[in-house]
């Protein structure tokens, strides 16, 4: 499952990134919290996806991460996935390797039927890849103070998120970070 175009090479993460993957987060966000999560949610978070770009030298330059989220709704809880954190290391930016990172990630967690994918991210950015604010879909974030338009829902499954409404929880790992 590679996806290669003229930016950058699109793959799973393996042992050896970790590093790499580390300093890129830590690079990326100016602090070590993004880092952490990740290391985190790779030991706990299953399923997940975490893919990383390569650029022509073979050095990890961006890394993105989906771990399992729900959304607790009257008519039961429905699992999809949570984006956070995606990151590009500083010297690669606005290159589009985040755009990237964000289609081959979707199209992963299209793959699994997953139905949904939600992110708290910037209200410029998402959009354009069918983001919308999750309120729109009477979902609501677990954490209070929120700005309404930047936390966001991708649904990938109309019919199963047809009913769907309540409050979308991240990973617990998420709230040793926040």
């Known amino acids: 499952m590679d996806w290669i175009n003229d930016i950058a ?3 799973p993460e393996q042992p050896h990134d970790f590093d790499a993957v580390s300093q890129v987060n830590q690079l990326a966000f100016d602090r070590l919290d993004e880092a952490f999560l990740v290391d985190r949610l790779r030991e706990t978070a299953i399923p997940h ?3 990383v770009a390569e650029d022509d030298d073979g050095q990890v330059v961006g890394h993105i991460l989906f771990s399992p989220a729900n959304i607790h709704s009257p ?3 429905v699992t999809g996935m949570g984006l956070a954190p995606m990151a590009v290391h500083p010297d690669h930016q606005f290159q589009g390797i985040g755009t990237q ?3 081959a990630g979707i199209n992963a967690i299209a793959e699994m039927d997953m139905p949904y994918v939600i992110v708290l991210g910037h209200v410029d950015y998402y959009p354009r890849f069918g983001f919308v604010p999750a309120s729109l879909r009477n979902i609501r974030c677990q954490w209070t103070g929120i ?3 930047a936390f966001m829902i991708l649904v990938l499954d109309p019919i199963a998120m047809q009913h769907v409404s309540g409050t979308a929880y991240y990973h617990p790992v998420f709230e040793e970070i926040m």
Do not use: N
Request: charged share 40%; proline share 7%; no cysteine.
């Open 9 to 11: 090479r699109i793959r």
């Open 147 to 149: 700005p309404d338009e």
């Open 101 to 103: 990172l964000l289609k």
């Open 75 to 77: 008519t039961g809880d």
């Open 49 to 51: 996806v975490s893919l």
